[in-house]
């Protein structure tokens, strides 16, 4: 996934009717799964400031499993 693919524009700002939202997103939605989670991805990696290429790996240190006592 290219870095340029996705556009962010975090000044535009609409407040419109029911009807005219649904128009928008009926046609600028991703229709796959698949490109929802690529867009959600890179929407994380905005704002979690990491590459793309090269997410983050998991902390498995902070959680710890074990049995009740009982």
């Known amino acids: 996934m290219e870095k340029g693919e996705f556009k962010l524009d975090r000044t535009a700002f609409h407040a ?6 649904e128009k928008y997103y ?3 939605q991703p ?3 698949y490109e929802r989670l ?5 929407l994380n990696s ?5 590459d ?5 790996k998991m902390d ?11």
């Open 52 to 56: 793309l290429n090269n997410p983050p």
């Open 26 to 28: 009926s046609k600028n």
């Open 16 to 21: 419109g009717t029911h009807e005219e939202t």
């Open 46 to 50: 905005v704002a979690f400031q990491f």
């Open 31 to 33: 229709r796959s799964s």
């Open 38 to 42: 690529k867009a959600a991805n890179y």
């Open 60 to 70: 498995r240190s902070a959680f710890s499993m074990g049995k009740h006592k009982f």
